[in-house]
């Protein structure tokens, strides 16, 4: 093989496994800076801290919906499983909990159309003891963000979700 060839060879190369290290990485990365902020560089993990009404100039990691109300909680499990639950919302509007892996796959999407007296599971990595009768929702990593989600479109209604909002937990088990 002459050596423009060897060369050639030697560039697609580096690109093929440039461009799949960098599709591995960045959501990683991407997942990394959205729970340093969200918790506070750390401060805030296994509990839900809870973003105020969303306006116009709302761009705290993703461009946020004005009608929505929002709550997330970033977890760590590597101590343990954690109880996760959410109440339903004081005038039977939508809520939901999603929950997302460190690579920004979602892991779990539940919401009040499947369970409207309230949403309730464990959360945890495969081979942790978990409680019988509950729902699980296997992480495939240790760390991750939960987001609830709820309706309220004007400042009234948002005060009403507000609070029923403040009941969420997101604990170690041993906690709950």
């Known amino acids: 093989m002459n050596r423009k060839l060897k060369l050639l060879a030697l560039f697609v190369g580096a690109a093929i496994v440039g ?14 800076v959205a729970m340093n902020r969200i918790s506070g ?12 009404r969303t306006t116009k100039d709302s ?3 993703v461009r946020p919906s004005p009608d929505l109300a929002y709550a997330s909680c970033v977890y760590d499990l590597s101590k343990g499983p ?3 639950s959410a109440a339903p919302s004081p005038n039977q509007g939508y809520v939901s909990l999603s929950a997302f892996a460190a690579n920004t796959d979602n892991i779990a999407a539940l919401d009040t ?19 019988a009768g509950v729902q699980v ?13 709820r309706l309220a ?3 009234e209604l948002f005060a009403e979700i ?8 997101c604990a170690p088990l041993a906690q709950s």
Request: a positive charge; aromatic letters at 6%.
């Open 137 to 149: 929702v296997e992480s495939p990593s240790d760390k991750g963000i939960i987001l609830d989600r």
């Open 41 to 52: 560089d750390g401060a805030r993990i296994n509990q839900f801290s809870f973003g105020p």
């Open 113 to 131: 159309t499947q369970y409207p007296q309230g949403i309730r599971f464990v959360l945890a990595r495969k081979g942790q003891p978990v409680p």
């Open 82 to 84: 954690l109880l996760v």
């Open 59 to 61: 761009r705290g990691v």
């Open 153 to 155: 479109p004007t400042a």
């Open 19 to 32: 461009h799949v290290g960098l599709v591995m990485a960045v959501p990683h990365a991407i997942m990394n």
């Open 162 to 169: 507000d609070q029923a909002r403040r009941a969420d937990s």
